[in-house]
């Protein structure tokens, strides 16, 4: 098993044993019965943790987590990051309100622009070569250029 995803499972569980065998206090806010639960998920608590410790934290990750299309690995900080980046695209795909601060509005309007794929093959990338971030690249505007129309190539470069 990955240590990126055996560091996170032995941190957890030594958490969770802590809490339940050392402290009279027992967290039972919705945070904590959410992650206990994500835990418990994660366990494969037929295995006797003094024999394979590995896999009675973490047995049970792979039978529960999926590697979707495009995917090579898959651990908890990948499923942390895929979270987030569900959650802020939920929160850019919104339409703006009368109180988001303009840093938002900007933000929303630029996520939708982006998005808005129909429109940027409309567009093109002129003005984008039209920047002084491509003006830096010279070769990128040569070769953006050359494939926007074949007048516009250079003797050099035709094939």
Do not use: H
Not at 69 to 92: A, C, H, M, P, Q
Request: net charge negative; glycine share 4%.
């Amino acid at each position: 098993m990955p240590l990126c995803w055996t560091i996170p499972c032995l941190l957890g569980t030594a958490t969770f044993w802590f809490v339940n065998y050392y402290t009279n206090d027992i967290c039972d806010t919705v945070n904590c019965v959410k992650t206990a639960a994500m835990l418990a998920e994660k366990m494969d608590q037929s295995m006797d943790p003094c024999e394979d410790f590995d896999k009675y934290a973490c047995g049970n990750f792979y039978q529960t987590v999926a590697l979707e299309d495009g995917e090579t690995r898959k651990n908890s900080f990948s499923l942390v990051s895929d979270r987030n980046n569900d959650f802020l695209k939920s929160i850019l795909a919104e339409e703006t309100k009368p109180g988001d601060r303009d840093y938002m509005i900007n933000a929303k309007n630029l996520y939708k622009s982006c998005m808005d794929e129909g429109k940027i093959e409309e567009i093109g990338v002129q003005p984008f070569l039209n920047t002084s971030y491509a003006k830096e690249w010279p070769t990128l505007i040569d070769t953006c250029l050359s494939l926007l129309t074949p007048s516009s190539r250079s003797p050099s470069r035709q094939t």
